[in-house]
């Protein structure tokens, strides 16, 4: 089941990569060495919500968080299709457990 689930993932992305292929301009590698039009586009969020656990005698309780999102300095796609990356920390404190991820 597993291969399944690699194989179709690993053909779905390839589709995407090969249709966008054939779109305008061109594949950069390390676009923020090489473009000098390159931003970064930061951005920046907080988040908070409700985490809760089925099955457990620790009652749920409030997270937090910080979320930075930015263009992929790695690679852009052709046709001007930019990858976004995203990195998030969030934070649990409650009933003596502490949880970070």
Do not use: H, W
């Not at 920046?44 to 749920?60: E, T």
């Not at 999102?69 to 790695?74: A, G, M, R, T």
């Amino acid at each position: 089941m597993r291969f399944i689930n690699k194989s179709l993932l690993a053909l779905a992305g390839s589709a995407l990569l090969s249709s966008s292929l054939y779109s305008a301009d061109e594949f950069q590698a390390f676009p923020i060495f090489t473009n000098d039009n390159y931003k970064t586009n930061i951005e920046v969020a907080l988040v908070s919500g409700y985490m809760g656990f089925s099955n457990s005698a620790i009652d749920g309780g409030m997270m937090y968080g910080l979320e930075v999102s930015l263009d992929c300095p790695v690679f852009t796609l052709p046709g001007n299709n930019l990858l976004r990356q995203q990195i998030s920390v969030n934070r649990y404190s409650e009933s003596g457990l502490d949880i970070t991820t």
